[in-house]
Nanobody, 113 residues
Framework: EAQLVESGGGLVQAGGSLRLSCVVS????????IGWFRQAPGQEREGVSC????????YYADSVKGRFTISRDNAKNTVYLQMNSLSPMDTAVYYC??????WGKGTLVTVSS
């Protein structure tokens, strides 16, 4: 059974950093796109960053460019999201996604001002 398990969320002050992790199991880690989405209270889920399937390039939402970095460890079936210079606007539940189909349960990031 495919599983994605996120961790690393928490409460941080504005300007701080967090690193999210997503451990993937149940399918071949490298076969499809993998990345992060987020959903703020009262808002729709939005894409944050991902590794594309075809070219393994990384993509970022404009709102996080220069602050967030996605990385992966294929040996550990894990994808990371390093988040720096956090602002209250980044407060959301962050979800790991595989193949634009499978979802983790999410991890809450709260940034205080």
């Amino acid at each position: 059974e495919a599983q994605l398990v996120e961790s690393g969320g928490g409460l941080v002050q504005a300007g701080g950093s967090l690193r999210l992790s997503c451990v993937v199991s149940g399918f071949t880690f490298d076969d499809f796109a993998i990345g992060w989405f987020r959903q703020a209270p009262g808002q729709e889920r939005e894409g944050v960053s991902c590794f594309a399937k075809t070219d393994r390039m990384t993509y970022y939402a404009d709102s996080v460019k220069g602050r967030f970095t996605i990385s992966r460890d294929n040996a550990k079936n894990t994808v990371y999201l390093q988040m720096n210079s956090l602002s209250p606007m980044d407060t959301a539940v962050y979800y790991c996604n595989y193949a634009f189909y499978y979802w983790g349960k999410g991890t809450l990031v709260t940034v205080s001002s």
